[in-house]
């Protein structure tokens, strides 16, 4: 999985390898959905637990409800006025349909399937071990906080 290379919420290429060794959360985000409130807890999640080892990686994406339709800059700037996102935020990338980005091909082959809505949340442990958690469960629910200081440990 650390193979892909995908670019930036500012257009940079940036390498799933650089965080070899730690654990993922990646999660389909969009700007407009009844859920984009789940930002501000990604980034308490992120806050407790990134100097353990955890990285939040957020993808925009326009695949639900046309929840996400600006460019990566009116994203950045509405992730960091409105949430104070802080964690690694990429480009948008489509993560479901005929144009699905490689990662979340790979990612959604792993776990049973496509992606239903926003903020689905998929933890990969430093072993590979991928968790795929729905929408509904929250970043800041115990199913959610307890996979992943199993998976810090």
Not at 60 to 65: D, K, Q
Request: charged content about 20%; glycine content about 10%.
């Amino acid at each position: 999985m650390l193979d892909y290379t995908l670019n930036t919420i500012d257009g940079k290429p940036s390498p799933l390898s650089q965080y070899d060794g730690k654990v993922l959360l990646l999660v389909n985000v969009a700007s407009r959905c009844g859920l984009t409130p789940q930002y501000q807890g990604l980034e308490s999640l992120y806050e407790k637990y990134k100097d353990k080892g955890l990285v939040i990686l957020g993808f925009p994406a326009n695949n639900f409800g046309a929840q996400e339709p600006g460019t990566n800059e009116e994203i950045q700037t509405f992730c960091t006025t409105r949430y104070n996102v802080t964690f690694p935020m990429y480009a948008k990338i489509s993560v479901r349909g005929d144009d699905i980005h490689p990662l979340y091909q790979f990612l959604t082959n792993a776990t049973g399937g496509d992606i239903q809505w926003n903020f689905t949340k998929f933890l990969v442990g430093k072993d590979g071990k991928i968790t795929r958690f729905e929408p509904t469960v929250t970043p800041d629910s115990p199913e959610m906080t307890g996979s992943i200081e199993k998976a810090l440990a």
